[in-house]
């Protein structure tokens, strides 16, 4: 039973990895894993980079959180480079580790190094958007909206 239950498992999962795996690698779009854009408190702060081969010149800054944690595993490009974004998929540091304020700082130097180095990505640094689910959601709106402490908001609609 416990073999069959096994077997039956490792089947399901032939059949839809490949295809979750084949999403996130679409012909066209090349994936940069793992892209440190901030260090602090023993921590690599990281976003994985989805380019077109054909970008628009435009970018989308994807923050992944559910309760406020991030994982690795919820990277998904969301379809953005198909239409031309180049998508930027942030993990930021999660809680209790890391409180909100926190993660909305780091989010904000997300943004900077997104716009500091968008001729690498070939991306204009006035035409990023941002997006999320869950506290992702909620998060991209406090990024969008909320001020730094310097008095700019990182955001200009």
Known sequence: MKSSLTL???AALFVVFPAALNAQNAPGIERIRDV????????????DVFKP??????GTIKIISGGWKSSHQQIGDDGWPKAGYTTFVVVHGSQPRFQVDEIVAD???AARFIRANSAMYGVDPQKLGVTGSSAGGHLSLMLATRGESRGHTTFAF
């Open 107 to 109: 989010l904000h130097r």
């Open 53 to 58: 081969t054909q970008p628009n010149c435009a």
């Open 8 to 10: 039956l498992l490792a």
């Open 36 to 47: 440190i854009y901030a260090k602090h408190d023993g921590v690599a702060l990281t976003m």
